[in-house]
């Protein structure tokens, strides 16, 4: 386990290594010149190669790069218009637009962004699991049939329009939710609860369509196995078949795919967050890639590469321990 652990840690470093590269070239080649949005619309050339040499825009790209891994270890000396600041480690660099060091403006935002990804996905979760497994027990009933028309009709929704009518239904018509506000749980958990409650059902909505169908038929595949039905033969509770057995062995794949739609919901909380006002990592992300804010553009891009990369790993080890035939090498 312990190998298998650090082969993982490093591979996932490797491909954070990499995404940083691809990141850092593609606004290398970008139009647009971050120094003359930094420096504003009324400046002269004069003033914005002062503020290009000021953010080290004049150096050569794999310079800059250089000073961002530095930065990521060690620590690095920024150069600011009241100064010089050194951004301790890790560093994840200086914003263009207003000095402020990237590592703070994420841990500002991240609260927001995390509350809106495991909640969504704990709710996912549940709606996803539970109606797939009620829809295999129920096969060719009228329950398994309203099940997938609602999961059809989930899948094809995007997380724009459900939102939507999720604010026009309980907001504006019903009035039996505030309109979303963000609050931190530290603050207040109950209003924190009750502001992230239609985020939640926005994103949930559409990911537990797709696990309602993927449990549903993985459930049917272990319930036709030759072992549950060596169970049911001697006479042991269908309850206890189902719940001990039966929906273990689903729950693998279950288990393996939600690792990927951990990394997958940071695109959709983007959407979120900017109809719901939620001051989160999606936010920021759309803000500086508008302005080419090219460290804090990076600093997300890792975050949220960091998060997928570390719910894999914990998929992997999840996944062996939900089906012991599964070895982890």
């Known amino acids: 386990m312990t190998g298998y652990l650090l082969r993982r840690i490093a591979g996932g470093l490797a491909v954070l290594l990499v995404l940083s590269v691809i990141i850092y070239a593609v606004f290398y080649v970008a139009p647009g010149d971050p120094a003359r949005l930094a420096c504003g619309p009324r ?45 301790q480690a890790p560093c994840l660099g200086l914003s263009y637009q207003n000095d402020q060091p990237v590592t703070d403006l994420i ?67 019903l009035r039996w939710l505030p309109f979303p506000s963000y609050v931190p749980l530290t603050d207040d958990p109950e209003q924190w609860a009750w502001n992230m409650l239609l985020p939640w059902l926005a994103l949930a909505l559409l990911e537990s369509a797709k696990y309602a169908r993927l449990t549903r038929s993985s459930m049917l595949e272990t319930l036709a196995e ?41 695109g959709n909380a983007m959407l979120t967050e900017t109809m719901f006002g939620l001051p989160g990592l999606g936010q920021l992300m759309v803000t500086s890639t508008k302005t080419i804010d090219l460290p804090v553009v990076v600093g997300v891009v890792l975050v949220t590469g960091t998060a997928v990369v570390v719910a894999n790993i914990v998929a992997d080890v999840l996944y062996a321990v939900a089906d012991r035939r599964v070895a982890l090498r």
């Open 43 to 87: 400046c002269n050339p004069e003033q914005i190669r002062q503020v290009r040499e000021q953010l080290g825009l004049n150096q050569p790209v794999y310079v800059q790069y250089w000073h961002f891994l530095q930065g990521l270890v060690a620590g690095h000396d920024y150069s600011t218009g009241t100064g010089t600041m050194h951004c």
């Open 107 to 173: 841990v500002q935002r991240l609260p927001a962004t995390a509350s809106l990804a495991v909640g969504a996905m704990v709710l996912w979760l549940l709606l996803g699991v539970g109606s797939g497994v009620l829809s295999a027990l129920r096969r060719g009933g009228i329950t398994e049939r309203v099940l997938t028309w609602l999961t059809l009709a989930g899948t094809a929704t995007p997380v724009f329009i459900t939102g939507l009518g999720l604010l026009m239904l309980f907001c504006a018509y």
């Open 226 to 266: 030759d072992h549950i039905r060596t169970f049911r033969a001697y006479g042991l509770a269908e309850r206890s078949i189902v719940g001990g057995h039966a929906l273990r062995g689903a729950l693998a794949p279950v288990i393996a795919l939600s690792a990927a739609d951990f990394g997958s919901i940071f």
